[in-house]
């Protein structure tokens, strides 16, 4: 039960990340919001499938994070479970 109440809990945040980037006139003043999208990659499945959506859509927001955002894009890529290359 406490993993469904965390994976939950991940994905509640990962929304709220999005959510605060959507609303925000400048993007680069939420490198927190994003450095928590990007941590989500080593998430559960689900934290992973919504950070493989989020990650390149706010990229470009955020060149001093780039290496970090790639990495952890490739490595969702890569998640046999995620089903991204088949």
Do not use: W
């Amino acid at each position: 039960m406490t993993d469904v109440t965390e994976d939950a809990n991940d994905i509640d945040k990962l929304y709220e990340y999005g959510e605060r980037l959507n609303e925000s006139k400048d993007k680069s003043q939420n490198v927190e919001d994003y450095e928590g999208i990007i941590g989500a990659a080593k998430g559960s499945i689900k934290a992973k499938q919504l950070a493989a959506q989020l990650i390149p859509r706010f990229f470009k927001h955020f060149p001093s994070l780039a290496s970090q955002a790639v990495e952890a894009h490739f490595d969702l890529c890569e998640e046999d479970e995620l089903g991204v290359i088949e």
